[in-house]
C-alpha cells in the first residue's frame, strides 16, 4: 500500500514563498511521473507541474518562473517551491504518483492534499 503525505500549505500574502512537500512511502523510482496538481473552489484539478522519471519537467503556463518541482530520491520525496504567490494561487494541492501496470495502463496514487491560500 502506497501512501503520500502532503505538508507546507498555509496562509501567505501576495508575493511571499512557500515550499510545498510530497513523501511517499515507497521508492520513487518506481514511478515513471510525478506531479503537483491544484484544485480551487469550483474549479477542476489542474496539472502544476510534472517531472518524468527521464528528467523532463513541465509546468503550468501561469506559474513557470514562480515555481520550481524538485526531487530527492534518497528521501523519497519531491518538492514544489513557490515564489511569489498571487491570489489566483490559491488551492488545495495535491502530490501525484504514476506507475505502469504489469498488464497495462497506469494507475494514479494521490495524498490528501494541502491547502495553499494566498490573500493579502
Known amino acids: 500500500q502506497v501512501s503520500i503525505v502532503e505538508s507546507g500549505g498555509g496562509l501567505v500574502q501576495p508575493g511571499e514563498s512557500l515550499r510545498l512537500s510530497c513523501v511517499i512511502s515507497?521508492?520513487?523510482?518506481?514511478?515513471?511521473?510525478m506531479g503537483w496538481y491544484r484544485q480551487a473552489p469550483g474549479n477542476e484539478r489542474e496539472l502544476v507541474a510534472i517531472?518524468?522519471?527521464?528528467?523532463?519537467?513541465n509546468y503550468l503556463a501561469t506559474v513557470k518562473g514562480r515555481f520550481t518541482v524538485s526531487m530527492d530520491n534518497a528521501k523519497n520525496s519531491m518538492y514544489l517551491q513557490m515564489n511569489n504567490l498571487k491570489p489566483e494561487d490559491t488551492a488545495l494541492y495535491y502530490c501525484?504518483?504514476?506507475?505502469?501496470?504489469?498488464?497495462?495502463?497506469?494507475?494514479?496514487?494521490w495524498g490528501q492534499g494541502t491547502r495553499v491560500t494566498v490573500s493579502s
Open positions: 517531472i518524468h522519471s527521464g528528467g523532463t519537467i
Open positions: 515507497t521508492d520513487i523510482l518506481r514511478f515513471y511521473v
Open positions: 501525484n504518483a504514476r506507475q505502469r501496470r504489469a498488464l497495462g495502463g497506469d494507475y494514479d496514487y
